[in-house]
């Protein structure tokens, strides 16, 4: 004959107590080597990714977005260029920029 479960009636459970959800959890885990690299390459990764399009940001504003525009259309036929060219005009309009106020302070 099979012996019949007594079931608990949810109002007579108890919470557990703090100590004994305290001994449930595992102990805090140490962070590994490879975790603490992870993290440090998530973190540089992500600095970068910002610089980068704080860099488009300022390029755009620099070249005008029509320019920025007319640049990123070539990505797909060299893309290593795109930076090498807003560099490049970056510097043309810093070196025009100081030969116009040069000039102006000359006359």
């Known amino acids: 004959m099979p012996q019949h ?3 608990i009636d949810p109002s007579e459970q ?4 703090r100590s004994e959800v305290a001994s449930r959890q595992a102990p805090p885990a140490r962070r590994t080597f490879a ?3 992870r993290g ?3 973190a540089v990764n992500l ?4 610089a980068s399009a704080a860099i488009y940001i300022a ?3 620099f070249v005008g977005f029509e320019g920025l525009a007319f640049l990123l259309g070539f990505a797909p036929l060299w893309p290593i ?5 807003i560099a490049g005009v970056a510097v043309t309009g810093l070196v025009v920029g100081s030969v116009r106020r040069r000039r102006a302070d000359n006359c």
């Open 5 to 7: 479960t007594r079931f």
């Open 14 to 17: 108890q919470p557990p107590s």
């Open 35 to 37: 975790d603490r690299v």
């Open 40 to 42: 440090l390459i998530a």
């Open 47 to 50: 600095r970068w990714f910002t």
């Open 59 to 61: 390029a755009g504003s």
């Open 81 to 85: 260029a795109i930076p090498i060219v």
